[in-house]
């Protein structure tokens, strides 16, 4: 693909064609410019069929507002359009509306509010806030939810994953598996969330760490079918990579010839004054080979080398892994607590992929739009309760308990103040028999979310690196309460109303309703 058909493909058009169908009904309707409000969020956490996640972990935010400052029509996107044609013959496009759209098509008139990526997410929640022009913040939405929906899904799994490993590291593998340049994302992602490195080069450079990565199968086999051995094979690496050394010890036979030779290789590394890193196993049962390694690696003098872990890992198989090894780790003489310290997971398909739950349901909603100089709510009825949406200008709220554990997010107005309003009335969002009261004893803290990020074209504070991303994301996870982040049948985390915003709520439905069943 020339550079011309890629930025053609990723531009202004980096999007669904009803939102350019709608754009121009908008500018003939005179509400091009009429200002509006869209709320992200998503319905549920993922749910992996035998297993389900009880929370997300933000990600894909720095990517969207770098492709939403970045992107304005180009003459060439205009083109395209212009010669657009509908069934009929006619053009779909009219030269008034792309004027319209040359001058303001961009997303400079825009405000993006939102919650940081690495901050740990729940359903049903404000993520993501745009307020200003209706056809430019209309236009804005496939790309928002292409940014956000898939990074989130990918850094959730990264968070399972990692909290599955019990101290052990997490690397990200699954480039090859990837969905073409999803792999970029997914490797993104994958950092925020609990991945310590990636075999993605150019990722992970571009996010400030080393890329990670050992040797093929077929380096070995290349060198037995020229005569040689499995031994040349990590003789001839190590020499080149002396202080890097990571051995693939499963192409012949992992306990009676790949660790031995890689052992023979150590003992020369270490007598050069070298230290070994580490081997892989890519095969077979990796529990019961892991103890086995560990203990041919400790009666030989390296402890401390790492034993990598790979072959289509999830969190559930590296949990297996870690309760197999704590079982039969003791009867070996291998001490489980110092082998589970020394694992390395690389994890592939199933991060990448997010195996088990390939979507996010993120949906960005109008929830209202200006008449007579006032933002008016704007709510959608369904037939399911939990589809009825949020309606107007609203505020994110998490509050903690006693123990500094978050215990619910509080969706309120805009105008309301929970730091300081007390008790405080968490309604459910669908059963109007649920709600709480929390008394001054029962809150610990109250913090905002929602920050705001870009103001009509400009950036707001600075790009967050990698450790601060990170440390986002460990901070609220330790905040969680343990039974929220279960593998398996997790804790329902409350996401909750304010009184006042689900009066305001009730209010509007009912409303609307009265008016449907009048003209009915």
């Given at each position: 693909?020339?550079?011309?058909?890629?930025?053609?493909?990723?531009?202004?058009?980096?999007?669904?064609?009803?939102?350019?169908?709608?754009?121009?009904?908008?500018?003939?309707?005179?509400?091009?410019?009429?200002?509006?409000?869209?709320?992200?969020?998503?319905?549920?956490?993922?749910?992996?069929?035998?297993?389900?996640?009880?929370?997300?972990?933000?990600?894909?935010?720095?990517?969207?507002?770098?492709?939403?400052?970045?992107?304005?029509?180009?003459?060439?996107?205009?083109?395209?359009?212009?010669?657009?044609?509908?069934?009929?013959?006619?053009?779909?496009?009219?030269?008034?509306?792309?004027?319209?759209?040359?001058?303001?098509?961009?997303?400079?008139?825009?405000?993006?509010?939102?919650?940081?990526?690495?901050?740990?997410?729940?359903?049903?929640?404000?993520?993501?806030?745009?307020?200003?022009?209706?056809?430019?913040?209309?236009?804005?939405?496939?790309?928002?939810?292409?940014?956000?929906?898939?990074?989130?899904?990918?850094?959730?799994?990264?968070?399972?994953?990692?909290?599955?490993?019990?101290?052990?590291?997490?690397?990200?593998?699954?480039?090859?598996?990837?969905?073409?340049?999803?792999?970029?994302?997914?490797?993104?992602?994958?950092?925020?969330?609990?991945?310590?490195?990636?075999?993605?080069?150019?990722?992970?450079?571009?996010?400030?760490?080393?890329?990670?990565?050992?040797?093929?199968?077929?380096?070995?086999?290349?060198?037995?079918?020229?005569?040689?051995?499995?031994?040349?094979?990590?003789?001839?690496?190590?020499?080149?990579?002396?202080?890097?050394?990571?051995?693939?010890?499963?192409?012949?036979?992992?306990?009676?010839?790949?660790?031995?030779?890689?052992?023979?290789?150590?003992?020369?590394?270490?007598?050069?004054?070298?230290?070994?890193?580490?081997?892989?196993?890519?095969?077979?049962?990796?529990?019961?080979?892991?103890?086995?390694?560990?203990?041919?690696?400790?009666?030989?003098?390296?402890?401390?080398v790492a034993i990598v872990l790979s072959n289509d890992l999830d969190e559930?198989?590296?949990?297996?892994?870690?309760?197999?090894?704590?079982?039969?780790?003791?009867?070996?003489?291998?001490?489980?607590?110092?082998?589970?310290?020394?694992?390395?997971?690389?994890?592939?398909?199933?991060?990448?992929?997010?195996?088990?739950?390939?979507?996010?349901?993120?949906?960005?909603?109008?929830?209202?739009?200006?008449?007579?100089?006032?933002?008016?709510?704007?709510?959608?009825?369904?037939?399911?309760?939990?589809?009825?949406?949020?309606?107007?200008?609203?505020?994110?709220?998490?509050?903690?308990?006693?123990?500094?554990?978050?215990?619910?997010?509080?969706?309120?107005?805009?105008?309301?103040?929970?730091?300081?309003?007390?008790?405080?009335?968490?309604?459910?969002?669908?059963?109007?028999?649920?709600?709480?009261?929390?008394?001054?004893?029962?809150?610990?803290?109250?913090?905002?979310?929602?920050?705001?990020?870009?103001?009509?074209?400009?950036?707001?504070?600075?790009?967050?690196?990698?450790?601060?991303?990170?440390?986002?994301?460990?901070?609220?996870?330790?905040?969680?309460?343990?039974?929220?982040?279960?593998?398996?049948?997790?804790?329902?985390?409350?996401?909750?109303?304010?009184?006042?915003?689900?009066?305001?709520?009730?209010?509007?439905?009912?409303?609307?309703?009265?008016?449907?069943?009048?003209?009915?």
């Amino acid at each position: 693909m020339s550079a011309t058909r890629r930025e053609l493909s990723e531009g202004t058009l980096f999007t669904d064609f009803y939102q350019l169908t709608m754009a121009q009904l908008y500018f003939r309707q005179g509400l091009g410019l009429r200002r509006a409000r869209f709320d992200y969020f998503y319905r549920s956490n993922p749910n992996y069929g035998d297993h389900a996640a009880g929370y997300c972990v933000a990600a894909g935010l720095e990517w969207l507002i770098e492709w939403m400052l970045a992107t304005r029509p180009t003459a060439a996107e205009l083109d395209r359009l212009r010669g657009l044609e509908g069934r009929s013959g006619k053009r779909l496009f009219d030269d008034d509306f792309l004027s319209f759209l040359a001058k303001h098509g961009s997303f400079d008139g825009l405000r993006l509010l939102a919650v940081p990526e690495g901050r740990v997410v729940h359903p049903n929640v404000p993520l993501a806030v745009v307020e200003g022009p209706l056809a430019a913040a209309q236009l804005i939405e496939t790309a928002l939810l292409n940014h956000l929906n898939y990074q989130t899904l990918v850094a959730t799994k990264a968070a399972r994953i990692r909290d599955a490993a019990r101290g052990g590291a997490v690397f990200e593998f699954g480039m090859r598996r990837a969905h073409e340049r999803g792999a970029n994302a997914a490797a993104r992602a994958a950092l925020i969330g609990g991945a310590e490195l990636s075999s993605n080069t150019g990722m992970s450079l571009v996010m400030g760490v080393k890329p990670a990565g050992t040797h093929a199968h077929s380096m070995v086999q290349a060198f037995i079918a020229l005569g040689g051995s499995e031994l040349d094979a990590f003789t001839a690496y190590a020499e080149l990579y002396p202080d890097d050394c990571v051995l693939l010890v499963d192409t012949v036979d992992t306990l009676a010839s790949g660790v031995p030779n890689a052992i023979r290789v150590f003992s020369r590394l270490k007598r050069s004054g070298h230290r070994p890193v580490g081997i892989r196993l890519d095969s077979g049962d990796l529990a019961h080979l892991a103890v086995q390694s560990a203990r041919q690696l400790d009666a030989a003098g390296f402890p401390e080398v790492a034993i990598v872990l790979s072959n289509d890992l999830d969190e559930l198989v590296i949990w297996q892994i870690v309760t197999q090894i704590q079982q039969e780790a003791p009867r070996y003489g291998v001490d489980p607590t110092h082998l589970l310290g020394r694992l390395v997971y690389g994890v592939g398909t199933a991060l990448v992929t997010s195996r088990g739950a390939s979507s996010l349901d993120g949906v960005y909603k109008l929830v209202a739009i200006e008449d007579a100089g006032v933002l008016r709510p704007a709510i959608k009825l369904s037939e399911t309760e939990a589809k009825v949406l949020n309606p107007g200008d609203k505020k994110v709220w998490r509050i903690y308990d006693g123990r500094g554990k978050a215990t619910a997010d509080l969706v309120t107005l805009a105008e309301e103040d929970p730091i300081h309003d007390r008790p405080l009335e968490l309604r459910h969002p669908t059963a109007d028999h649920y709600y709480r009261c929390l008394g001054p004893g029962d809150v610990d803290l109250v913090e905002p979310l929602l920050e705001e990020v870009v103001h009509e074209g400009r950036r707001l504070g600075e790009t967050p690196t990698l450790d601060q991303l990170r440390l986002r994301c460990a901070a609220d996870l330790e905040r969680l309460d343990p039974g929220v982040k279960r593998l398996m049948n997790p804790h329902v985390y409350h996401v909750s109303l304010s009184q006042r915003l689900w009066e305001y709520k009730k209010g509007l439905v009912a409303s609307l309703r009265r008016d449907i069943e009048a003209e009915a």
